[in-house]
């Protein structure tokens, strides 16, 4: 059962131009998420995160976006470019959560072009 | 700091073989895991640790066993390998919760 779901496995965007990576969830605990990125034959790095009680969170470049009705999560990448190409996971995580496990999406490999 | 370091990169196992992959961590985090990331999919828990001597199950511990003897090294054991290990592992650590750093990861293949 894939609590934590990135539908798109690939997406393409120009240099320049908006990315918009999507995460959707179906656990209604889930009030803490994440977005990694990840290099080829690197481990994932933290890029940014949003708790439940806001809507939105935005470091330089990066805004995540949160939709609790609709339990969906957007990461916005603007403008993108060629070093940003990477996979980016979705995780989230809840209160009372012991050990601060993370469950994480399948993934999304985003590809920018110059 | 070298963060999370985890040896070998790389290890190819036959059936039944057994192995320890070696995570540590120079952060004095409480919290370690062990997570195992197969094509085209996400990164599933096997174990993880709250602290020294504390250790529990995660979602996908069969196979597996891990050891907490101190804060510092999280070392995950398969004891009888099996093609269906054949993935690559990633060590973690944080401090609290919900921010994890990773390792560098070990693709281990089991023929």
């Known amino acids: 059962d894939q609590q934590v779901k990135q539908n798109s496995p690939s997406l393409s965007v120009q240099e320049g131009r908006i990315s918009i990576l999507n995460c959707d969830y179906t656990?209604?605990?889930?009030?803490?998420f994440l977005w990694y990125k990840k290099y080829p034959a690197e481990g994932p790095t933290f890029l940014i995160s949003i708790s439940s009680i806001k809507d939105k969170n935005e470091d330089g470049r990066f805004t995540v976006f949160l939709n609790k009705s609709a339990k969906h999560l957007s990461l916005h990448i603007v403008p993108s470019q060629p070093g940003d190409s990477a996979v980016y996971f979705c995780a989230a995580s809840w209160i009372y959560n012991q050990g601060g496990k993370l469950i994480f999406g399948q993934g999304t490999e985003l590809s920018v072009k110059p | 700091n070298a963060g999370v370091t985890q040896t070998p990169k790389f290890r190819i196992l036959k059936i039944g073989q057994s192995m320890t992959l070696q995570c540590t961590q120079d952060m004095n985090h409480n919290y370690m895991y062990w997570y195992r990331q197969d094509p085209g999919m996400g990164l599933k828990l096997i174990y993880y640790?709250?602290?020294?001597?504390?250790?529990d199950k995660g979602e996908v511990p069969n196979g597996y066993n891990v050891s907490r003897s101190t804060t510092e090294d999280f070392p995950l054991r398969l004891e009888l390998a099996a093609p269906s290990q054949t993935s690559v592992y990633f060590c973690?650590?944080?401090?609290?919760?919900?921010?994890?750093?990773f390792g560098p990861g070990t693709r281990l293949t089991v023929l």
């Open positions: 640790s709250v602290g020294a001597g504390i250790t």
């Open positions: 973690a650590s944080s401090y609290t919760s919900n921010e994890q750093f």
């Open positions: 656990n209604s605990m889930f009030d803490y």
